[in-house]
């Protein structure tokens, strides 16, 4: 029987570089990691702590930064050379843990990945909250975007400009209900940090994005009461481009495999030189979540809406260290006497 290799310590600590550059909603980073000594698998769990209860009660979006996470950790464990095996919710008994990555193998001549400028995204790869050219994007590298969704368990709606504009009203519409709600105001404002401030988490105000000044895309505002914040109106592009990702099923590891497909979908698009950035707000509201699925479709559970196109860089936000434990060792048997 082939026996695992240990993890050395620079393999582990450059899966958990990767995994920690995800995307995750108000940069929260709601994930911790650890060591399975026993299968040599790196282990993802939630942090409970690092929660938004009243944007995201069911941790729908918490399952889509972890899944993003995982991708990331499955790109660099393939750039080292590894074959990556990966495991969403694999124990009921701990629903915390949410998904463990072994590297079974090292990989062979024939394993090279099909897309090589991948890994090398994930460090490009930021939100951008700015104007973007509104320079249309070629139709091949949208289907390569759509492809990476599928490839990883979910699909990608590029709508027409009618589906672009019910889109952005509905989001536009959470993005009032939002500010109407003082509560929830005041937890997305938690997470915005001054410049220079001393975190790894949360969204510097030099990331923020300034307020369309046509009013046709619904940037969300994260300063709230605290207008001196905001930065002056520009106007955005004309005809915005935008991606509807979602999924036939709306379990827990749906929501898992769409943050998978969320970070390919992303790195595909960053590899081809174009800016993101995510629209969440209508999924915040069961109602309005359910307005931006495919009209006529039953089983289209949205998560995530994509704007992409041509544009400058943003600002960066910061990132935790990804610090790894390690699961403590089971108690050796204990021999039991036979007659």
């Known amino acids: 029987m082939r026996t695992q290799a240990p993890l050395d310590a620079a393999t582990v600590e450059s899966l958990l ?38 944007s995201d009660p069911m941790h729908r979006a918490q399952y889509l930064s972890v899944g993003a996470a995982v991708f990331n950790v499955r790109l660099a464990a393939v750039h080292q050379g590894w074959r990556p095996e990966v495991r ?32 090398e995204a994930i460090a490009r790869r930021h939100t951008s909250r700015m104007p973007f050219t509104g320079r249309p994007v070629p139709e091949p590298i949208v289907a390569e975007m759509t ?71 619904p940037v969300r505002d994260f300063t709230g009461a605290l207008p001196a914040l905001r930065l002056p109106a520009l106007w955005f592009e004309r005809h915005v481009q935008v991606a509807l990702l979602w999924t036939s099923h709306d379990r827990r590891e749906d929501w898992l495999r769409a943050g998978q497909a969320l970070q390919y979908v992303l790195l595909t698009a960053t590899a081809h030189g174009l800016r993101t950035s995510l629209l969440h707000q209508a999924m915040e509201w069961p109602d309005l979540r359910a307005a931006t699925a495919l009209p006529g479709h039953k089983r289209c559970h949205p998560h995530i809406l994509i704007r992409f196109g041509y544009g400058p860089d943003g600002g960066r936000t910061p990132r935790a260290p990804g610090h790894c434990a390690v699961r403590p060792a089971a108690p050796p048997a204990t021999a039991t006497e036979t007659s």
Do not use: K
């Open 17 to 54: 570089t990767a995994a920690v550059a995800a995307p995750s909603i108000h940069n929260t980073q709601p994930w911790r990691f650890r060591l399975d000594p026993g299968s040599q698998a790196l282990e993802v769990r939630s942090a409970p702590e690092r929660t938004l209860p009243l």
């Open 147 to 217: 492809a990476a969704a599928c490839a990883a368990g979910a699909r990608l709606h590029v709508p027409h400009r009618a589906g672009t504009r019910r889109l952005l009203r509905v989001t536009a519409a959470a993005e009032a209900r939002n500010h109407a709600h003082p509560e929830r105001t005041a937890e997305t404002r938690t997470w915005i940090t001054a410049p220079g401030a001393d975190t790894g988490y949360g969204i510097p105000i030099t990331a923020l994005g300034p307020p369309d000044a046509a009013a046709r895309m």
């Open 88 to 119: 969403l919710l694999p124990d009921p008994r701990e629903p915390g843990l949410l998904a463990t990555v072994r590297l079974t193998g090292r990989l062979g001549a024939d394993d090279q990945p099909s897309d090589p400028g991948l890994y």
